[in-house]
């Protein structure tokens, strides 16, 4: 199965257009980091674990698995082991980019048979086509990317909404995302070269839809970031599908507010009332939850 | 000693402003990999060692690494652990780039003092000021970093050069980068908020300058990318600081036009020309090589 394919057929079984953001926060007064008692790959993988019947996919994020050197990358590569054994879509949270050799070193490393192996990743567009070619090449061997158009954080519109020159940077990309997934839209009308775009800006989500009718749409910004499940489903079909929606703290730190529960069983909790909340927004806006 | 202290004293000692890009490629038909008889890491060390005399810094490039999985990582931190030892600067080539926790998890990793720890790092704008901070606060550490502003790759216009709306978008973020590093501007007239500006478009390089007159510019596309010396010296100022030009492929793999010596040998040799042609290019141009 292509990536579309395992994202469908996820998002079926599960009913459910959420994704597990695997960000294990470095420890800070606000972040408890890895919970007492747990290691980091311990702590990941209950998590993973115990969220894997409500979620499409995991989207581990690599900075936090980076920021703890060697042992970070060892449990980095622990939990993708975990969620091929789980059956799970990973995409790889890398926003990598680069030039030639370089960006095909990239898709090796994130869309190959190696250790960091995954389904799919998150791609920078700064560098324009010659740097996305090397990934957008594993689409045949049924991986998949997700360019980042339209960023969840606050400084998003410092470039992406500059007029460039006669609409926003945002939309130059999104438009090209479109070409460069042109080939790939399969049966379900939905092409492996997806996009970010970020719940924080859902006035941006019609329009990106608009402009990648067959992108995949990977939407990050839902919960700790502040976007609502409303906010969230703007670019998913009438169908419930060619949208998912990423949730990290606010699954994998569920335990600080349920102290009772174990770290897994409280990101259960989160992930089963997120995918209702997101299958209630659906069905409000006309749409049908997939399944 | 700060990153523009650390670089200056650096080039000076050297008479040099080569950085050896450590840029191990994956087997191929057209490059060899890793030489037969090396590992990864020792192929690497030998040739960092072997070209310590003549480069300002090292900059070893994290996609060929990441790609080999958990054994390429480890070798990264070995010739990260090599590199401080020879006290050689060092630039993490990772071009990161994403939001608030995550920005900084990466500042973490490749900033802060983990088995990945380097003096700087390249960073992707596309997300904006706020994604840039918590690599940008590490200057108060003496870390630096390298913002992408024209890239050396023949789709480097697709988005850069767009009209953003009444300068090309690679110039807005020339602007910014003068802002982000204005603060930290130290005796020599230089920041540790340095920029990325490729040899191949050397008409941008006069122009890149003059918008950030204070920011040391990491100059890729020499060697094998096909930049001329003088294209790579028209950022550098008149005392010869103020720009470093990297060179990988035609370091690293030297040894494959000179059979019968070492790759460390061959890569020697290749920097020393390197260095030459580099400060014979700036005296030809009317300025001073550093020393």
């Known amino acids: 199965m292509d990536l579309i394919e395992k994202l469908i057929a996820a998002q079926r079984a599960k009913r459910s257009l959420a994704v597990l953001g695997v960000d294990p926060q470095l420890d ?4 408890p980091g890895v919970p007492s008692g747990y290691t980091l790959a311990r702590f ?33 590569a622990e939990v993708l082991a975990l969620a091929r054994r789980l059956g799970l879509v990973t995409i790889a949270d890398a926003k ?16 190959g048979n190696g250790d960091f192996a995954c389904d799919a990743i998150t791609v920078n567009p700064y ?12 689409v045949r061997s049924g991986r998949g990317l997700f360019v980042l158009v339209k960023t969840s954080n ?5 470039f992406q909404d500059l ?32 996009a970010v775009v970020g719940a924080t800006w859902p006035e941006h989500a ?33 169908d419930g599908l060619g949208a998912i929606v990423n949730a990290s703290r606010s699954l994998m730190y569920a335990f600080a507010k349920r102290p009772e529960l174990k770290p897994g069983d409280a990101a259960a909790e989160a992930a089963a009332a997120m995918r209702d909340e997101l299958n209630a927004a659906l069905t409000t806006a006309g749409k049908t939850p997939p399944g």
Chains 1, 2 share one sequence.
């Open 28 to 31: 800070s007064k606000t972040a």
């Open 44 to 76: 990941c993988c209950e998590i993973v674990e115990a969220c894997a019947p409500y979620v499409a996919a995991i989207k581990p994020q690599l900075a936090f698995f980076e920021a703890r050197g060697l042992a970070g990358m060892q449990a980095f």
């Open 96 to 111: 990598r980019g680069d030039i030639g050799t370089t960006s095909a070193a990239y898709a090796e490393a994130f869309l």
């Open 127 to 138: 560098l324009g086509s010659d740097a996305l070619a090397p990934f957008v090449a594993r």
């Open 154 to 158: 606050p400084s998003s519109g410092e």
């Open 163 to 194: 007029a460039a020159p006669d609409r926003p940077l945002w939309e130059a990309v999104a438009a090209r995302v479109r070409g460069w997934g042109g080939d790939f839209v399969g049966a379900a009308g939905l092409s492996p070269v997806g």
């Open 206 to 238: 019609a329009r990106a839809r608009e402009l990648m009718p067959h992108a995949v749409i990977l939407v990050p910004g839902y919960g700790a970031q502040g976007a609502s499940a409303a906010d969230a489903i703007v670019a998913a079909r009438p």
